[in-house]
């Protein structure tokens, strides 16, 4: 089922506002949760709104990607509350939930997941800067964003998980609004994507909408578009990486500061080992490695950090760019990650956040597999 | 030139290729002191982060080494470890540490002969494949 969302005083921003009211107010949910603008602010922060009024600051689509919401979805259905929320995800959130759910770090029992087609994002230092000078309003982002597929947004790049996305579109939801392909200067289309989703759709009584004929198409280009920069993307960290003295270099900024790891919406562990006592030296021991190989950088490990976090969550990395986000150092840590993810995820053929009912990889085994890699021939 | 000594770490489990070792040890069998076994309970406890470190310490080849299938006392440890080895095979040769400088492989407790075999042919292929970057390197 495809309902229409009009614009609401030739404004798409508050069409989608609109449309968010009606679903809280028909008591089939009791709380939203969605990107709000903060009062007296520039920030959009994610935030569960129960008052109707509220939903006026409501920012669906815009360029602020502060972090990864997937990860506060599971922090708001990881036990049931007893109330319904309907939540609006990026695409890559998504993903990242739909892995928190397979390690029973949320739930989706009493949640409406809505996806949407990615507005791309600006990393949260850019999207400040580009806020003091100049920006575009909300629905002419809405415009240029989805009618053009710049890498650039006045002057300011968009993030490299955005430039490098192979898949901006949502699956695995309720329902989805869509804008690629779609005649925006006659609205957005929402589709239902479940059958929860059908009934509440049904319920709003809103204008039904036919397929946008030209959707396929569009999606089909910007995937391959997506596709061709991963490939550049992946080929040039590659050789800037592909020895342990190069990965250094890469990483030689790093203080160790443990933010990428800490935003990553799938590094799930609760407590990480590296802030455990394996981690705190003995102060011989910071002299033994200085001796060993006649100075050592402080603080140490920092490669060692990389490749642990490589080995445990690489094949769950849902590309969503939050760690080079989170970097103050300023490394690009995301294609590192995408780079190495890419490989992992092929090896065990896993998708991830595509399907809550596919084991992640090293939690299963089976008997007869990789068989190959037994032994000391060589390969 | 001087004659090249490798560091081969071998992570070893308790019940099937420690006992292989310790029987190669009492029948008097020679093999390559290159080698350092570390005795594990099963293959299965072996975390990547093991494997890291030895290499990034300056290892030249690392070997895990357990149970038969079917055979690993905690059921299916060895399993687990195949997937990890897995892993690992495909994480490290993107940053020039070579497939072949890691291995997997089971020898029973009763296989003391083979054991001594297979330590010398990694020896031998190690000592071919030359010396790790992450001697020269200074990361830690
Ligand atoms: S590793 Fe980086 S890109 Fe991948 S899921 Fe984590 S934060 Fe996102
Ligand atoms: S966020 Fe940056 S500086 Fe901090 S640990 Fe990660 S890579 Fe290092
Ligand atoms: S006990 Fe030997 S591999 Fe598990």
């Given at each position: ?7 609401e ?28 603008r ?24 815009s360029p ?20 319904k ?8 959130e ?6 928190l ?12 997941l809505?996806g ?31 009618s053009?597929n ?15 996305c192979e ?11 869509l804008?690629?392909g779609?005649?925006?200067?006659d609205?957005?289309?929402?589709e239902?994507?479940s ?9 709003l009584?809103?204008?039904?909408a ?15 578009a ?9 080929k ?8 342990i003295?190069k990965?250094n ?23 990480c ?15 033994q ?24 969550i ?5 590309g ?40 992640p ?10 068989e ?8 | 030139?001087e ?39 099963c ?13 990034l ?6 070997l ?6 079917g ?41 003391g ?6 330590m010398?042919?990694l ?8 010396p ?6 200074k990361?830690?």
């Amino acid at each position: 089922m495809m309902i229409k969302i009009e614009h609401e005083d030739n404004s798409l921003t508050k069409g989608l506002q609109q449309f968010f009211k009606r679903l809280l107010e028909t008591r089939e949910i009791d709380a939203l949760f969605l990107p709000v603008r903060l009062k007296d602010s520039s920030s959009i922060m994610p935030s569960l709104v129960t008052e109707s009024v509220q939903v006026d600051n409501a920012v669906p689509l815009s360029p602020a990607f502060p972090l990864n919401s997937g990860r506060m979805v599971s922090r708001l259905s990881y036990k049931l509350s007893g109330r319904k929320t309907a939540v609006l995800l990026r695409p890559c959130e998504i993903r990242a939930f739909i892995e928190l759910i397979k390690l029973k770090q949320g739930s989706r029992q009493e949640l409406i997941l809505i996806g949407i087609d990615c507005p791309k994002a600006l990393s949260s230092s850019d999207y400040t800067a580009y806020m003091e000078k100049d920006p575009l309003d909300d629905d002419a982002y809405i415009q240029k964003v989805f009618s053009e597929n710049d890498k650039t947004l006045n002057g300011f790049n968009f993030s490299s998980a955005c430039n490098t996305c192979e898949n901006p579109f949502p699956v695995n939801t309720d329902m989805n609004i869509l804008l690629h392909g779609v005649d925006l200067s006659d609205g957005m289309i929402v589709e239902s994507a479940s059958e929860t989703g059908q009934n509440i759709l049904e319920t709003l009584n809103m204008q039904q909408a036919t397929e946008p004929v030209k959707r396929d198409e569009v999606v089909a280009q910007i995937k391959e578009a997506g596709l061709k920069a991963n490939e550049e993307m992946i080929k040039d960290i590659e050789e800037k990486t592909n020895s342990i003295t190069k990965l250094n270099s890469f990483l030689d900024r790093c203080i160790n500061c443990y933010n990428c790891r800490n935003m990553c919406p799938v590094c799930y562990c609760k407590e990480c080992v590296f802030n455990t006592d394996v981690f705190y030296h003995q102060p011989v021991q910071y002299h033994q490695w200085a001796e060993k190989k006649g100075a050592v950088k402080l603080p140490t490990d920092t490669v060692f950090y990389h490749l642990t976090r490589l080995a445990h969550i690489s094949h769950a990395c849902v590309g969503c760019g939050q760690c080079s986000n989170a970097c103050p150092s300023d490394i690009n840590v995301f294609e590192l990650f995408k780079s190495v993810a890419q490989n992992t995820q092929a090896a065990f053929e896993y998708s991830p956040g595509t399907d809550e009912n596919e084991p992640p990889p090293l939690s299963v085994f089976h008997e007869k597999e990789f068989e190959d890699i037994i032994g000391i021939e060589r390969e | 030139m001087e004659k090249f000594e490798p560091v081969i770490i071998a992570f070893v489990c308790n019940w099937c290729t420690y006992t292989a070792a310790d029987l190669a040890g009492t029948s008097r069998l020679s093999y390559p002191t290159n080698i350092r076994l570390i005795r594990v309970m099963c293959t299965g406890m072996v975390d990547p982060q093991y494997v890291i470190k030895a290499f990034l310490e300056g290892a030249d080849g690392v070997l895990i080494s357990g149970c038969h299938p079917g055979d690993c006392h905690y059921i299916n440890g060895n399993y687990k470890a195949r997937r990890r080895i897995k892993l690992l095979k495909e994480i490290l040769p993107r940053f020039g540490i070579e497939k072949d400088r890691l291995h997997l492989t089971w020898i029973g407790a009763s296989d003391g002969i083979e054991f001594a075999e297979i330590m010398t042919q990694l020896n031998d292929q190690i000592i071919e494949i030359g010396p790790s970057q992450t001697r020269l390197s200074k990361v830690i």
